[in-house]
């Protein structure tokens, strides 16, 4: 036996040389991965944290009952545009001044809406100032003329505070970089219907109310009465919802935090 230890030796020793360098080359491995892991773990702790107060401040916005619907400001922005649209054409009511001041105190501003997405009150500033009063007069004057003959122009959609305010909070959520992807894809679906909403559905029934509203006009008598609650009925029928939307975000967000997990 002695002999045969002699006479090999030679690759024992590789053997052992080979088998102790592996040994060295897993443990050296194995203690990096390990103290990789302990290096990146507080910062896995501070994205884990800050990814847990996004998700839990957006799981109560679409929790059932929530005010998620109610913020996007449908019902208000449906009676600021009726008011606003009608006042574009030309058309005063009682108390005109003071509910439009009113309503006016509501908006943040509008967007462009339409095939061309054009303004045509809107005007690029050159050196010398115009009369604002007399160009919003004859656009005025130009909507109402095609009104008549059965073409009402919407241009633009008004926006009301409350329903900017809240779009933009869902932008942020949408866009931060601490949002899980599949979230942020979802509340970019949310946010692409109630672009739709605004862009596409309102203004279709507003030329509808405005189509019969002037055909009544027409008859004589006055201006035909009319509720803005009924105008909202009309597009909360047609428009999109989105609780569907809402409770996948729901259970997306419960699945990413572990809700239902049970805890060992």
Not at 48 to 60: G, R, Y
Not at 111 to 134: M, Q, W, Y
Not at 233 to 258: A, G, P, S
């Amino acid at each position: 036996m002695i002999e045969i230890i002699s006479k090999n030796i030679g690759w024992i020793k590789d053997g052992f040389t080979i088998l102790f360098t592996l040994t060295g080359t897993i443990l050296a491995i194995l203690t990096y991965r390990r103290a990789r892991h302990t290096v990146l773990q507080p910062i896995r702790n501070e994205v884990i944290k800050k990814q847990s107060e996004l998700l839990s401040d957006l799981l109560s916005m679409c929790q059932p009952g929530s005010k998620f619907e109610s913020s996007v400001d449908y019902v208000s922005l449906v009676r600021v545009n009726l008011y606003l649209q009608l006042k574009e054409f030309g058309y005063l009511f009682n108390d005109h001044k003071k509910k439009i001041e009113m309503i006016s105190n509501a908006v943040s501003g509008w967007t462009p809406v339409g095939e061309s997405l054009i303004l045509r009150d809107v005007e690029v500033i050159g050196a010398f100032k115009k009369d604002k009063k007399e160009s919003d007069s004859s656009y005025g004057k130009y909507k109402y003329d095609e009104a008549q003959i059965g073409n009402i122009i919407i241009d633009k959609v008004f926006l009301t505070k409350e329903h900017s305010l809240f779009v933009h909070k869902i932008e942020i959520l949408a866009n931060d970089p601490f949002m899980p992807k599949s979230i942020q894809l979802s509340l970019q679906g949310l946010l692409i219907d109630i672009n739709k909403n605004l862009r596409e559905v309102l203004p279709e029934v507003l030329i509808e109310f405005l189509h019969e509203f002037i055909d009544k006009a027409k008859t004589g008598g006055g201006y035909p009465s009319f509720e803005s609650a009924g105008i909202y009925n009309n597009f909360n029928h047609v428009r999109v919802h989105h609780k569907e939307k809402i409770h996948q975000v729901m259970m997306e967000i419960r699945d990413y935090l572990k809700i239902d997990e049970t805890w060992e």
